[in-house]
């Protein structure tokens, strides 16, 4: 077929748009991998800098936990005063057992194995718990934990995942903890507000989050600080899971920070509708489920 002069310069006007577009979506597809081998290279690193964190943060308890039972022993064997080592070891291995939780539980929520079981909790409960727990990193860094939990003195049960409560405070609670200066005080309070949700907040005097940081803040595996000389011990871990299991629970998370005055986190949660008739309460570092008795 012979085409006539107009229309040939239509087909290759047609065909030029068409390579033009081609050309244009090529260019798109191209942008859109080398952002991927971006986050890529990014996650790669991310994960190699926990990996080293995380050994860092196993060993370190574990070969204290060893060291100090070394020493336990040679005492024991002499007679003398047992009870300042049994305090480290048992420190030691809080410390340990806390590491180990954060793992297990960002690995359930990267396969999406983690849900809420509601139960009526004990909340001011809970929260002193977690806090006696934490009481040995406070007293080592002479950091005074102030309690105000509800305003009115009672303990109301609320109906809310009790270990996952549990795993928001001691992340909350620890980071608070680790980035107060010496000397300083982390408070932590809890109310009911008027929409019946409960709202938990830790406030640190420390050094503060500046706002470029505070949106990667809640990524995982993120640190305001890197390297082995890092002033901040951790994995980088914490707040990613408090944020995760805030939004598990249908809650939400705020942060006001100013660097140099200090840091306060604010988690508020509804209460679930969906409960068994149980309830629960904290005492001596565990958690205790019981049927509820009903009044005759």
């Given at each position: ?37 971006r986050m890529l290279e990014l996650s790669e690193a991310l994960k190699s800098n926990f990996l080293s964190n995380i050994r860092n943060e196993i060993n370190n308890p574990l070969n204290a936990i060893i060291g100090l039972g070394s020493q336990l022993v ?223």
């Amino acid at each position: 077929m012979i085409l006539t002069d107009e229309e040939l310069i239509n087909e290759l006007t047609t065909r030029l748009a068409q390579s033009r577009k081609a050309f244009s979506d090529l260019s798109v597809v191209n942008l859109k991998l080398i952002e991927m081998n971006r986050m890529l290279e990014l996650s790669e690193a991310l994960k190699s800098n926990f990996l080293s964190n995380i050994r860092n943060e196993i060993n370190n308890p574990l070969n204290a936990i060893i060291g100090l039972g070394s020493q336990l022993v040679e005492m024991a064997q002499c007679g003398g005063d047992l009870s300042s080592l049994a305090t480290m070891i048992c420190s030691e291995a809080i410390n340990l057992d806390f590491q180990l939780r954060n793992i297990f539980v960002a690995a359930e929520l990267e396969a999406g194995e983690i849900d809420p079981h509601a139960a009526r909790v004990n909340v001011a409960a809970v929260v002193s718990d977690v806090v006696e727990s934490f009481s040995h990193c406070a007293i080592r860094k002479s950091v005074n934990i102030e309690l105000e939990l509800f305003q009115n003195d009672a303990s109301p049960l609320f109906t809310t995942d009790a270990e996952k409560l549990q795993v928001i405070v001691s992340n909350l609670l620890a980071n608070a903890v680790e980035y107060s200066p010496e000397g300083g005080i982390v408070s932590i309070s809890t109310k009911i507000d008027a929409d019946g949700w409960l709202e938990l907040t830790v406030k640190d005097h420390g050094p503060g989050i500046d706002l470029a940081q505070q949106r990667h803040i809640f990524d995982r595996f993120v640190q305001l600080e890197t390297g082995a000389t890092r002033p901040h011990p951790g994995q980088g871990l914490g707040l990613s899971i408090v944020k995760a299991l805030t939004d598990l629970l249908q809650g939400t998370i705020t942060l006001h920070s100013i660097p140099g005055e200090g840091t306060r986190f604010t988690v508020a949660l509804p209460a679930i509708s969906d409960v068994e008739e149980e309830s629960v309460f904290a005492d001596g570092g565990n958690l205790f489920i019981f049927d509820e008795i009903s009044e005759k």
